[in-house]
């Protein structure tokens, strides 16, 4: 038996109104929000000063490491914005720039040759061919003579770390080596499907900038045979 109370046919016309369908409701939460976007006014950029410039440059630099080419391309986009929004004088803003650039580096926030010698020790742990790094760091703003005493250091450290077997050979088979365990490629895929996955292993090395030889030994290699060399990564 059903003791559930019934309903008249006003309180149903009440309840209707009053509590709409899912449908109803989804609509009529998408038309407020539609209407708040549109009453949201969009963030206007910050007008530049030098202190501005100073407080931004410190929290950026103590968040990431930067070249100064890189703060400086990230300073001119905020004084752009700054001109166009509130007629700021370019001239002006560009001298407050310069000033907290050399603020920086004087204090020792920047330091383009310890930026670039860091950067390219990462990326030769990640398995990076040298020319893959220099261009890296030529993208980031260092200057060519700057990039060469990475390299060249970079290279020196790799023969310091390597063991004795393994001195003297060129620090891209040991980059090579790296980044083949860091993807899990020839000696370290499954022998099961070592043979099948070969060219495609072949591949993945030459687009990270290593020729042919070099791909070719690494692959046809056992794990046991590039332990030594992998030394020179993981000695730096």
Not at 59 to 67: G, I, K, N, Q
Not at 140 to 149: C, K, L, M, P
Not at 188 to 195: A, H, M, Q, T
Request: proline share 3%; hydrophobic share 35%.
């Amino acid at each position: 038996m059903n003791d559930k109370p019934r309903q008249s046919p006003e309180t149903l016309t009440f309840e209707a109104q009053k509590k709409p369908g899912g449908n109803a409701r989804f609509a009529s939460t998408q038309a407020k929000n539609a209407k708040n976007t549109q009453n949201r006014d969009p963030k206007r950029p910050r007008k530049v000063t030098r202190d501005y410039l100073m407080n931004y440059a410190t929290w950026y630099l103590e968040r990431f490491a930067a070249s100064r080419a890189r703060l400086e391309k990230l300073m001119r986009s905020k004084i752009r914005l700054s001109v166009a929004e509130h007629g700021t004088d370019p001239d002006e803003a560009v001298d407050w720039m310069n000033s907290v650039l050399s603020a920086c580096e004087k204090a020792g926030f920047i330091n383009d040759d310890a930026y670039a010698k860091g950067r390219a020790r990462s990326l030769l742990r990640r398995g990076k061919a040298m020319r893959v790094i220099a261009a890296d760091l030529s993208s980031r703003g260092i200057a060519s003579d700057q990039i060469d005493a990475a390299l060249t250091e970079l290279r020196a450290e790799a023969e310091d770390a390597a063991y004795e077997e393994v001195r003297g050979t060129d620090p891209n088979i040991a980059a090579a080596a790296a980044y083949a365990r860091r993807r899990r490629l020839g000696p370290w895929r499954r022998s099961d499907i070592r043979e099948e996955k070969r060219e495609k292993d072949m591949a993945a090395l030459a687009r990270q900038g290593f020729g042919y030889d070099t791909a070719t030994r690494i692959i046809n290699s056992d794990i046991e045979e590039l332990e030594d060399l992998l030394s020179m990564i993981d000695g730096i």
